[in-house]
């Protein structure tokens, strides 16, 4: 989900790590896609070019801020996630590495869902808005 937000992250630490450009800093990417919305908001100091783009994916897909996503994960996440079922006002994806993710169309909605569950006894992790699902 935030994937490009982490490339534009590793690269502008790379560039900082080498330096100026006066001073010999030189930073080269391998890459087949060289008009890349990433590349190109590194390479012109511009985040503005990767946030429309983004903005858009992220509505198309319901994703925060355009919608609420949840992370369910923990020992007794499986036991929770069958007791959530399928309700009508999301969409569950998963398991995936021991994980579910639940999206609704916003948080009330989302909220509503989760409380809505009788929690298991036992571990269990909610992270609403993750930064990395």
Not at 7 to 25: D, F, I, N, S
């Amino acid at each position: 989900m935030r994937a490009a937000e982490q490339a534009v992250a590793l690269l502008v630490r790379a560039a900082r790590l080498l330096g100026p450009r006066e001073a010999g800093g030189r930073l080269v990417v391998q890459t087949r896609q060289p008009d890349h919305e990433v590349l190109q908001a590194v390479l012109h100091a511009d985040p503005g070019r990767l946030v429309e783009g983004e903005r858009e994916r992220r509505m198309l897909l319901g994703l925060p801020p355009y919608g609420a996503l949840a992370r369910i994960s923990g020992a007794v996440a499986p036991e929770f996630m069958a007791r959530l079922g399928t309700p009508d006002d999301v969409n569950v994806l998963g398991p995936r590495d021991g994980a579910w993710l639940v999206r609704a169309a916003d948080h009330d909605s989302l909220g509503a869902v989760l409380a809505g569950v009788e929690r298991p006894s036992g571990r269990l992790r909610i992270e609403v808005d993750p930064r990395r699902a």
